[in-house]
């Protein structure tokens, strides 16, 4: 897959073509994805997705700190994955949102020269969101391309959408999150020094250093996956503010124990796959209180994975 950041550094002929966000490249997401790549292919045209970061939600509503789903590396990973042929991540900002239906259509139609546009079904785009689905399809007179719309794709009802994951996330059901993006939800980070704390009563924990614009779950104590350097270990994650050592840190800190693991692993990159969320973080009285705790949090998560691993196999 090709990915520029830029629509004006492409030029393409019959194009086909989808536009948005794609925070989180979701079931949802994955619907239109899925049709435009495959139209695309059997007629031999290049599949395209335009998006855009930083995400029009921050620019136009103000929305700050851990909003997003996916980095633009990750979602373009996923995107890759899907065989997508070219990714545009084009720079959002009020010049661009204040732009016409009409004039943001010609832009896309001048690079790209698309004959197929492929949008969910409550799609808008431009000035004041003007760019409705009867006028895109307007549009499509003028420009010559078809209009394609995909139904909604529902859980349990509710329309899939990333608000929805991240109300998922800010609760701790890590098991909707799953259902919702068909994988677990992932957090990418470098693996840096800690305090060392962990290590002196024999609980080693890898601290994550992670997009600070990174959705995170709620506080709290999880069953995870990690994987390094391609190898997957289980896993105890804590997302928290160490309550016992550290009652005054509010900034969250991640802190990963790998199950039968004992290697130096600074500056490597480690993704952490959450499964389920064991408990609330809370205030110990003593470190070995927190200790008992913290075995006790490794043996439910040793058992989890092992019925995990038990369920692909039966």
């Not at 948005?20 to 994805?33: F, Q």
């Not at 009867?134 to 078809?146: D, I, V």
């Amino acid at each position: 897959m090709q990915h520029f950041w830029s629509l004006d550094q492409v030029y393409l002929k019959d194009a086909w073509l989808t536009i948005g966000s794609y925070d989180g490249v979701h079931i949802g997401h994955r619907a239109i994805i899925r049709q435009l790549i495959s139209g695309a292919h059997e007629v031999n045209v290049p599949a395209v997705v335009v998006t855009f970061h930083p995400h029009p939600a921050t620019v136009l509503r103000g929305r700050r700190g851990q909003f997003y789903l996916t980095s633009p590396k990750e979602q373009a990973s996923l995107l890759g994955d899907m065989g997508l042929d070219v990714l545009i991540t084009h720079p959002f900002n009020v010049g661009i949102s204040k732009m016409s239906a009409y004039d943001f259509i010609a832009k896309m139609d001048q690079h790209l020269d698309f004959n197929h546009l492929w949008v969910g079904h409550d799609f808008t785009i431009g000035r004041d969101r003007k760019g409705d689905i009867p006028t895109l399809r307007k549009l499509g007179e003028s420009f010559g391309y078809q209009l394609n719309i995909v139904d909604p794709i529902k859980f349990k009802g509710v329309v899939v959408s990333s608000s929805v994951i991240r109300a998922a996330l800010a609760g701790g059901d890590m098991e909707m999150a799953h259902e919702l993006l068909r994988r677990p939800y992932q957090v990418n980070g470098v693996v840096i020094p800690g305090d060392g704390r962990g290590s002196t009563f024999g609980i080693s924990t890898a601290n994550l250093d992670v997009w600070s614009k990174k959705a995170l779950p709620k506080v709290g104590v999880y069953v995870c996956r990690a994987v390094i350097d391609g190898k997957t270990w289980g896993a105890v994650t804590n997302i928290g503010v160490r309550p016992t050592f550290d009652a005054n840190k509010l900034s969250p800190r991640i802190e990963t124990h790998l199950l039968n693991f004992n290697e130096e692993i600074y500056g490597k990159t480690m993704s952490v796959l959450f499964i389920t969320r064991l408990r609330y973080e809370k205030r110990f009285s003593n470190t070995q209180t927190l200790v008992n705790q913290i075995n006790l949090d490794i043996h439910a998560a040793e058992a989890i994975l092992k019925s995990e691993v038990e369920k692909v196999y039966r």
